[in-house]
């Protein structure tokens, strides 16, 4: 455990990015699941809107790499636009 006061708000500011960033990844990965899942083509549209905008706003903060999100998104709409 740090022992500077310094440090311990360093410790502090950490934990809580840290449950952020991983409340950011968690709500992009469900929503590509939910997409990949769709049955049908229009669900699978509206379902991949959310997921790219969970994707672009988990990049926007840092959570993931800007690339990374593009790559996702890409693969993503390949499988919703093969469903059509």
Partial sequence: MPNKQNA???LRQ???RQA???AR??????AIKGANKATSA???K???RAAQKALDKAAKTGAIRKKT????????MKKV???K
């Fill in 8 to 10: 311990k708000k360093a």
């Fill in 14 to 16: 950490n934990i809580k």
């Fill in 20 to 22: 952020r960033n991983v």
């Fill in 25 to 30: 990844k968690t709500a992009f990965r469900e």
């Fill in 42 to 44: 229009d669900e699978a």
């Fill in 46 to 48: 509206k379902l991949a």
């Fill in 69 to 76: 999100a593009a790559r996702r998104l890409s693969r993503l």
């Fill in 81 to 83: 636009n093969a469903k």
